[in-house]
């Protein structure tokens, strides 16, 4: 019964930055690699970037690398996503999610949050 929950979605404008934060609330929270999607109007749901159990391996879409980080804190439970240089291209809901072992592709991960609303301006 691991349960994922985002915050720290909002509005603001294009260049600005937010951090979203997604806590779990299970105990096996450290066993596994989290990531983040997200989904705009209109289109599939997409990947973002992911973060492995332990914090050493980490994956960016290329759209937002080099402006979205990944971090992890086992210790309380929770994943982060720091976003800066935010594009109106970035306005979407956000994903947190969390799968056992390598996975692959959406199907893949096991735990998913209910999502956090981005919304960048022009």
């Known amino acids: 019964q691991v349960q994922l929950v985002e915050s720290g979605g909002g509005l603001v404008q294009a260049g600005g930055s937010l951090r979203l934060s997604c806590a779990a609330s299970?105990?096996?929270?450290?066993?596994?690699?989290m990531a983040w999607f997200r989904q705009a109007p209109g289109k599939e749901r997409e990947f973002v970037t992911r973060?492995?159990?332990?914090?050493?391996?980490?994956r960016y879409a290329d759209s937002v690398k080099g402006r979205f980080t990944i971090s992890r804190d086992n210790a309380k439970n929770t994943v982060y996503l720091q976003m800066n240089v935010l594009k109106p291209e970035d306005t979407a809901v956000y994903y947190c999610?969390?799968?056992?072992?390598?996975?692959?592709?959406?199907?893949?991960?096991?735990?998913w949050g209910q999502g956090t609303q981005v919304t960048v301006s022009s």
């Open positions: 999610a969390g799968a056992v072992g390598i996975p692959v592709n959406l199907n893949e991960y096991d735990l």
């Open positions: 973060i492995s159990y332990n914090g050493y391996s980490i």
């Open positions: 299970g105990r096996t929270f450290s066993r596994y690699t």
